[in-house]
């Protein structure tokens, strides 16, 4: 199993940008898909976007499509989310997953993923 840990939440002004961090600890990311969720108070989780740790595809959300980028450092076994022109909007804890038991697929769903970080919290003021 994987054990995930995610940083670099906080709060920022709208307009503003935030970098987080998901470092994996007991196994590396090597070939496994990790996706970046977020759960707005009173809302269902929902997906942001993920990367294809091998090939380095990316995949996004309508909703953050042009404003927020996924990368990945083999050496730092890190994925990171770059959060750009943020909006209220987009207040939430926000969450990564890797899925562990399959590299062929992406999943864009939270069911596809089966190790989870606790999440660290993003606040947006207008």
């Known amino acids: 199993q994987v054990q995930l840990v995610e940083s670099g939440g906080g709060l920022v002004q709208a307009g503003g940008s935030l970098r987080l961090s998901c470092a994996a600890s007991?196994?590396?990311?090597?070939?496994?898909?990790v996706g970046w969720f977020r759960q707005a108070p009173g809302k269902e989780r929902e997906f942001v976007g993920a990367i294809n740790w091998s090939a380095g595809t990316t995949y996004y959300a309508d909703s953050v499509k042009g404003r927020f980028t996924i990368s990945r450092d083999n050496a730092r076994n890190t994925v990171y989310l770059q959060m750009n022109s943020l909006k209220p909007e987009d207040t939430a804890v926000y969450f990564c997953a890797a899925d562990t038991l399959q590299h062929t697929i992406v999943p864009m769903t939270s069911r596809g993923y089966n190790s989870w970080g606790h999440g660290t919290q993003v606040t947006v003021s207008s």
């Open positions: 007991g196994r590396t990311f090597m070939d496994y898909p």
